[in-house]
Nanobody, 119 residues
Framework: QVQLVESGGGLVQAGGSLRLSCAAS????????MGWFRQAPGKERDFVAT????????SYADSVKGRFTISRDNAKNTVYLQMNSLKPEDTAVYYC????????????WGQGTQVTVSS
């Protein structure tokens, strides 16, 4: 079992920045690829970004490329999402998730943190 706790959400004006953090409970954190997802009101949960177990590989949704950066610190069991140039359409609940390496499914999810971007 891996417990994930997100933090860092809040209210920000368009053009501003936020950094989300996701702390994992397990010392084998480096055995997991990590991802960020988001869900806006009335919409399905969408992929935002993912990072490999060692941080060497990242991938982003087209809507956030060039604005968001995912990173991780395995010594701290934490993954981050730096969000710059925020837009009102980035408003959503943001979730982090853990995917055991060599699998395709995210098995563990955090409770989410709200990000609201005002225009």
């Amino acid at each position: 079992q891996v417990q994930l706790v997100e933090s860092g959400g809040g209210l920000v004006q368009a053009g501003g920045s936020l950094r989300l953090s996701c702390a994992a409970s397990r010392r084998t954190f480096s055995s997991y690829a990590m991802g960020w997802f988001r869900q806006a009101p009335g919409k399905e949960r969408d992929f935002v970004a993912t990072i490999s177990w060692n941080g060497d590989s990242t991938s982003y949704a087209d809507s956030v490329k060039g604005r968001f950066t995912i990173s991780r610190d395995n010594a701290k069991n934490t993954v981050y999402l730096q969000m710059n140039s925020l837009k009102p359409e980035d408003t959503a609940v943001y979730y982090c998730a853990a995917r055991p390496i060599h699998t395709m499914r995210y098995d563990y999810w955090g409770q989410g943190t709200q990000v609201t971007v005002s225009s």
